[in-house]
């Protein structure tokens, strides 16, 4: 099956820090890439879809100064955590399409810990 | 709104038994598609199936199968034979079927099934 590569698997951080999660998919084009947040022994809940090219869509409540998002090209997403800070700390999932027909492949994961 | 119900918040059973996790869902559209992920405690997603709506076939696939039931918009996962590696968190997802965009999905919250020796 398809492979989603989300880079780095663990960080831990420094408050006040910003922190660069990246998403690629390695053997197909993903027009659309969303990025979820998952608290411990909790659900998947989406953050922001972001298409090729375009701006990515947040969620209600998701605040897109803190969780900056670009999807500059059709295989590479980042989530980039701006001033980190301890509630930050949590496990972040991508998963990229390769179209509306397809299933999503989701990358390994990043567990962030803001200390 | 969509919405995705697992009732079942965590599952215990002995190895070689059987066991279905339930799925209910809720969507106003006519086309879309319900899928499976399987979370092992590493972290990984681990697809397992997608099954369009107008799809109603039961699939299996090994040890997995599916159980499709529109009329009941519920969509059960029964895992025989159950064995440790089984262990894992598992979700149950919907999307919508929309042209020129991929969806998102929406997740259950999830059911953690233990299977022990």
């Known amino acids: 099956g398809a492979v989603v590569s989300q880079h780095p698997s663990r960080v831990i951080c420094k408050s006040g820090t910003s922190v660069k999660i990246e998403c690629r998919s390695l053997?197909?084009?993903?027009?659309?890439m969303f990025w979820y947040r998952q608290f411990p022994k909790k659900s998947l809940m989406l953050m922001a879809t972001s298409n090729e090219g375009s701006k990515a869509t947040y969620e209600q409540g998701v605040e897109k100064d803190k969780f900056l998002i670009n999807h500059a090209s059709l295989t590479l997403s980042t989530l980039t955590v701006t001033s980190a800070h301890p509630e930050d700390s949590s496990f972040y999932i991508c998963s990229a399409r390769g179209g509306p027909y397809t299933e999503a492949f989701f990358g390994q994961g990043t567990r962030l810990t803001v200390v | 709104a969509q919405k995705v119900t697992q009732a079942q918040t965590e599952i215990s059973v002995v190895e070689k038994e059987d066991v279905t996790l339930d799925c209910v869902y809720e969507t106003r559209d006519t086309t879309y598609y319900l899928f499976w992920y399987k979370q092992p405690p590493s972290g990984e997603l681990v697809f397992l199936i997608r099954?369009?709506?107008?799809?109603?076939q039961n699939e299996i696939s090994g040890r997995y199968s599916w159980n499709f039931q529109k009329s009941t918009s519920s969509f059960n996962f029964t895992i025989t034979a159950s064995q440790v590696v089984d262990s894992a968190v598992y979700f149950c997802a919907l999307s919508e079927a929309r042209t020129g965009t991929a969806s998102k999905l929406t997740f259950g919250t999830g059911t953690r099934l233990q299977v022990t020796l």
């Open positions: 099954r369009n709506s107008f799809d109603e």
């Open positions: 053997d197909f084009q993903a027009t659309t």
